[in-house]
């Protein structure tokens, strides 16, 4: 063919879909200007042989204009609607066509593109369905002549419903249920599934959750019915699949084909940051896992949400069928894996699934209850930097359900009972100036944790999420057309939600706002300190520290696995720039040293990585100057406050750190009045004074240091027989070096 003109091409209308995707603006001219559902409708009513088009091609064609289709039903589109209106009894027939003759255990390969179509075809009515579920709110508030939306000059605009009502879908969901049972039943004796097929099966799940979670909302709901419905589902239909043979086979394939659990590294991690990309293939070339031809996610995501959906609906579902699923061994090793890999493929677009299914078994296990506590909870814990932007009402569902719950956090305190622990017990609290002293008995700490878990999650979630990302993403998941502006995330540095020290997030946005307001300021001194903290900010500094000391010492892995002890010590010692005196507060005091105790232990004091600096920091030594400054204005000689001023002081970090204190800033050197038994709780005197020190301008320094009194042996033991230390071993060199 040496010209395309005027031939049909799946190509320009992939090309629609994301132009349509973009925004509710771009598509309403796509369907509005240009007339484009006309000529959707005819590809998806063509019939290959009265066509001059190969088979494949014709299929093809069809799949992507039901895929543009599906978008502008997405917006709820006055003439998508009217179009699926038109097309209805169409549509009927080609879900009778796919009941009658398509099996998904026979011709797999033959029928592969049927496959495909059938999805995106289940994919329009179930958009369709989400706009017939808004059409009695929207006609009831249109009768109350309340608004539905606020424009931009804030005036509430009345939408009239949709054309498409609740009743106009009743032909739908026994037809696609009977596809489901056909499906699942044949896949329950095929030897042979394939990445389409699975999909297909897959939309009739999300067809059917999409149904029984808006029937609910609806005029003519009648829980009698639903319920009957909800248990024929559950116990003749899904339960005989979830048993099977073939769904244990699976189960065993999600390790293999999961994002998150690969190794492989980010095919966009050359990639500037201004260049969008989904990241389907790795670095080296390779397809992402989760695209290759056996995967199992196109079909277990959607199954495990609609389980959930129907277990939320029905208030006494059969828990057996679930908790067998729950406690699988392939689930188990499934989580068991996602905890122990190192997330690297995390970034990429496609890793929704993977989050997706994973906080879907999360959820199930927290409404039915599982054994595996522990193992669910590290799960949730590790999952939480992985969400995606768009997802955030996932955070906010983990925390409330699974992380921030006695429930899954009951384990913790069985664990102070242990004898690895009481050793722990014997850390003697660093002073602090107020008048109320910190606890650091991790028995105390642990009690009050677990007693205020609520408490903690309900502050993190207020701080981690705004209004506006939760009320977008809430849109998104719920398919609320009228209000839907973009199916896609604008592209921006990050995909991700949450840093890798999630826990810490609302201390740098406390410390964030801070520094604006001392930046604003006309007065030099009040550029070098922060104001005074209200009780607010010293509460959720608390909440921060507790859920922090609950990660390192409990789930120390899922927050230390691809995050270096020095980035969190970095996190924490914003605590002390939050404000001029947050840090005296008993309670931040005593799980700020917690905190401490968990990131030293194990020799995590040593090769700490100096070169990285915290966002917000020109450098790390940037970072040490304005700690040093803010340790001379406001610290009142607070002991967990010098412990942090004396982790660069160690001798394998450069020079320029003990420079820095000893020189440029020695006016904080009295205020540190740590003794050596206080210091060596954390971090032992050898790391210290070994190497010997060579720099001559540090031994200048600590002789000055000694001469001028500015430290002395009975107010700063540690100093003074640090610096001795070195000026006498200094010397001894010079001796030797003169008598040889």
Same mark, same amino acid.
Not at 630 to 657: M, N
């Given at each position: 063919m040496?010209?395309?003109?005027?031939?049909p091409?799946?190509h320009? @209308?992939h090309f629609?879909?994301?132009?349509?995707?973009?925004g509710?603006?771009?598509?309403?001219m796509?369907v509005?200007?240009?007339?484009?559902?006309?000529q959707?409708?005819?590809y998806?009513s063509?019939?290959?042989?009265e066509v001059?088009?190969?088979?494949?091609?014709?299929?093809m064609l069809?799949?992507?204009?039901?895929g543009?289709?599906?978008?502008?039903?997405?917006?709820g589109?006055?003439?998508a609607?009217e179009a699926?209106?038109?097309?209805?009894?169409?549509?009927?027939?080609?879900?009778? +066509?796919?009941?009658?003759?398509?099996?998904?255990?026979?011709?797999?390969?033959k029928n592969?593109?049927?496959?495909?179509?059938?999805?995106h075809?289940?994919a329009?009515?179930?958009?369709?369905?989400?706009?017939?579920?808004?059409?009695?709110?929207?006609?009831?508030?249109m009768?109350?002549?309340?608004?539905?939306l606020?424009?931009?000059?804030?005036?509430?605009i009345?939408?009239?419903?949709?054309l498409?009502t609740w009743?106009?879908m009743?032909?739908?969901?026994?037809?696609?249920e !009977?596809?489901l049972?056909?499906?699942?039943?044949?896949?329950?004796?095929s030897?042979?599934?394939?990445f389409?097929?699975?999909?297909?099966?897959?939309?009739?799940?999300?067809?059917?959750?999409?149904?029984y979670?808006?029937?609910?909302?609806?005029?003519?709901y009648?829980?009698d019915?639903?319920?009957?419905?909800?248990l024929?589902i559950?116990?003749?239909i899904l339960?005989?699949?979830?048993e099977?043979?073939?769904?244990?086979?699976?189960?065993?394939?999600?390790?293999?084909h999961?994002?998150?659990?690969s190794?492989?590294?980010?095919?966009?991690?050359?990639?500037?940051?201004?260049?969008?990309?989904?990241?389907c293939?790795? +670095?080296?070339g390779?397809?992402?896992?989760i695209?290759?031809?056996?995967?199992?996610?196109?079909?277990?995501?959607p199954l495990?949400?609609?389980?959930?959906?129907?277990?939320s609906?029905?208030?006494?579902?059969?828990?057996k069928?679930v908790s067998t699923?729950l406690?699988?061994?392939?689930?188990g090793?499934?989580?068991g894996? +996602?905890c122990q890999s190192?997330?690297?493929?995390?970034?990429?677009?496609?890793?929704?699934?993977?989050?997706h299914?994973?906080?879907?078994?999360?959820?199930?296990?927290?409404l039915?209850?599982?054994?595996k506590?522990?193992?669910?909870h590290?799960?949730?814990?590790?999952?939480?930097?992985?969400?995606?932007?768009?997802?955030e009402v996932?955070?906010?569902?983990?925390?409330?359900?699974?992380?921030c719950?006695?429930? +899954?956090?009951?384990?913790?305190t069985?664990v102070n009972?242990r004898?690895?622990?009481? $050793?722990?017990?014997?850390?003697?609290p660093?002073?602090?100036?107020a008048l109320?002293?910190?606890?650091?008995s991790?028995?105390?700490?642990t009690?009050?944790?677990?007693q205020?878990i !609520?408490?903690?999650?309900?502050?993190l979630?207020?701080?981690l999420?705004?209004?506006?990302e939760?009320?977008?993403s809430t849109? @998104?998941?719920n398919g609320?057309?009228?209000?839907? $502006?973009?199916i896609t995330?604008s592209q921006?540095?990050?995909?991700?939600?949450?840093?890798?020290?999630?826990?810490?997030?609302?201390?740098?946005h406390?410390?964030g706002?801070?520094?604006?307001?001392?930046?604003?300021s006309?007065?030099?001194?009040?550029?070098?300190s922060?104001?005074q903290?209200?009780?607010e900010d010293?509460?959720?500094?608390?909440?921060?520290?507790?859920?922090?000391?609950?990660?390192?010492?409990?789930?120390? $892995?899922c927050?230390?696995?691809?995050?270096?002890?020095?980035?969190w010590l970095?996190q924490?010692s914003?605590?002390?720039?939050?404000?001029?005196?947050?840090?005296?507060?008993?309670?931040?005091?005593?799980?700020?040293?917690?905190?401490?105790?968990?990131l030293l232990r $194990?020799?995590?004091?040593?090769?700490?990585?100096t070169?990285?600096?915290l966002?917000?920091?020109?450098?790390?030594?940037?970072?040490?100057?304005?700690?040093?400054?803010?340790?001379?204005?406001?610290?009142?000689g607070?002991?967990?406050?010098?412990?942090?001023?004396?982790?660069?002081?160690?001798?394998?970090?450069?020079s320029?750190?003990?420079l820095?204190i000893?020189?440029?800033?020695l006016?904080a050197?009295?205020?540190?009045?740590?003794s050596?038994e206080?210091v060596?709780?954390?971090?032992?005197?050898?790391?210290?004074?070994?190497?010997?020190?060579?720099?001559?301008?540090?031994?200048?320094?600590?002789?000055?240091?000694?001469?001028?009194?500015?430290?002395?042996e009975r107010?700063?033991s540690?100093?003074?027989?640090?610096?001795?230390?070195?000026?006498?071993?200094?010397?001894?060199r010079?001796?030797?070096?003169?008598?040889?």
């Amino acid at each position: 063919m040496t010209s395309v003109y005027g031939v049909p091409l799946k190509h320009a @209308l992939h090309f629609f879909k994301v132009l349509a995707a973009k925004g509710r603006q771009l598509a309403s001219m796509l369907v509005n200007t240009y007339g484009i559902m006309s000529q959707i409708l005819t590809y998806v009513s063509l019939e290959p042989s009265e066509v001059s088009m190969p088979l494949q091609e014709v299929l093809m064609l069809s799949q992507e204009a039901y895929g543009l289709w599906s978008i502008f039903l997405a917006y709820g589109l006055t003439k998508a609607q009217e179009a699926f209106s038109s097309f209805y009894p169409m549509l009927v027939k080609q879900l009778v +066509f796919y009941r009658e003759k398509v099996p998904v255990n026979e011709n797999v390969e033959k029928n592969k593109f049927n496959y495909d179509v059938g999805s995106h075809m289940l994919a329009v009515i179930s958009r369709a369905l989400n706009i017939a579920a808004s059409h009695s709110l929207l006609k009831n508030k249109m009768m109350l002549n309340q608004g539905t939306l606020i424009d931009s000059e804030g005036k509430a605009i009345v939408l009239p419903p949709p054309l498409l009502t609740w009743e106009d879908m009743n032909d739908f969901p026994s037809l696609v249920e !009977t596809c489901l049972h056909k499906w699942l039943t044949q896949l329950m004796r095929s030897s042979e599934v394939t990445f389409s097929a699975l999909r297909l099966v897959g939309s009739c799940c999300n067809f059917l959750e999409c149904y029984y979670s808006k029937w609910r909302d609806q005029v003519s709901y009648n829980s009698d019915a639903c319920n009957g419905k909800i248990l024929h589902i559950s116990d003749n239909i899904l339960s005989p699949f979830l048993e099977s043979v073939t769904f244990k086979t699976l189960l065993k394939e999600l390790v293999l084909h999961s994002a998150l659990i690969s190794d492989l590294p980010p095919g966009t991690k050359r990639d500037p940051v201004n260049l969008g990309s989904l990241g389907c293939v790795t +670095f080296g070339g390779k397809v992402i896992p989760i695209l290759q031809p056996l995967s199992p996610f196109p079909l277990l995501l959607p199954l495990v949400s609609l389980c959930l959906t129907l277990h939320s609906l029905h208030p006494v579902l059969d828990v057996k069928t679930v908790s067998t699923l729950l406690e699988s061994e392939e689930i188990g090793f499934y989580l068991g894996k +996602f905890c122990q890999s190192p997330h690297s493929l995390r970034g990429q677009w496609l890793t929704r699934i993977d989050t997706h299914i994973l906080f879907n078994l999360l959820k199930l296990a927290a409404l039915k209850g599982c054994t595996k506590i522990q193992l669910y909870h590290k799960t949730a814990m590790c999952l939480m930097p992985c969400i995606h932007k768009g997802d955030e009402v996932l955070v906010k569902e983990l925390i409330n359900f699974v992380i921030c719950t006695k429930e +899954f956090t009951q384990d913790i305190t069985d664990v102070n009972a242990r004898v690895d622990h009481i $050793n722990l017990n014997d850390y003697v609290p660093l002073n602090s100036p107020a008048l109320v002293q910190p606890v650091l008995s991790p028995m105390e700490l642990t009690k009050n944790i677990y007693q205020s878990i !609520t408490s903690i999650g309900s502050e993190l979630v207020n701080c981690l999420l705004s209004k506006k990302e939760y009320e977008s993403s809430t849109v @998104l998941k719920n398919g609320i057309p009228f209000i839907t $502006n973009g199916i896609t995330i604008s592209q921006t540095e990050s995909s991700l939600a949450l840093e890798r020290c999630w826990t810490l997030v609302p201390i740098k946005h406390a410390y964030g706002q801070s520094r604006q307001r001392t930046s604003d300021s006309k007065e030099k001194a009040q550029a070098n300190s922060s104001d005074q903290s209200n009780p607010e900010d010293i509460l959720t500094v608390n909440k921060c520290l507790q859920m922090t000391y609950l990660g390192l010492k409990y789930r120390r $892995n899922c927050l230390l696995k691809d995050v270096s002890v020095f980035a969190w010590l970095q996190q924490l010692s914003l605590v002390f720039l939050v404000a001029n005196d947050t840090f005296l507060d008993a309670n931040v005091s005593s799980y700020l040293q917690g905190c401490v105790v968990e990131l030293l232990r $194990n020799k995590g004091y040593a090769n700490l990585q100096t070169t990285n600096h915290l966002e917000g920091f020109n450098s790390c030594l940037a970072w040490f100057k304005e700690l040093l400054e803010q340790f001379i204005s406001v610290s009142y000689g607070d002991s967990t406050f010098a412990l942090f001023l004396l982790i660069p002081l160690q001798q394998y970090w450069p020079s320029e750190f003990r420079l820095q204190i000893w020189g440029d800033m020695l006016d904080a050197l009295p205020y540190i009045m740590l003794s050596e038994e206080q210091v060596t709780q954390f971090i032992p005197i050898e790391q210290f004074c070994e190497p010997a020190e060579e720099d001559e301008r540090l031994i200048i320094k600590y002789r000055s240091s000694l001469g001028s009194q500015m430290i002395s042996e009975r107010k700063n033991s540690f100093l003074y027989k640090l610096a001795s230390h070195h000026i006498k071993e200094y010397f001894q060199r010079i001796r030797q070096r003169s008598n040889t």
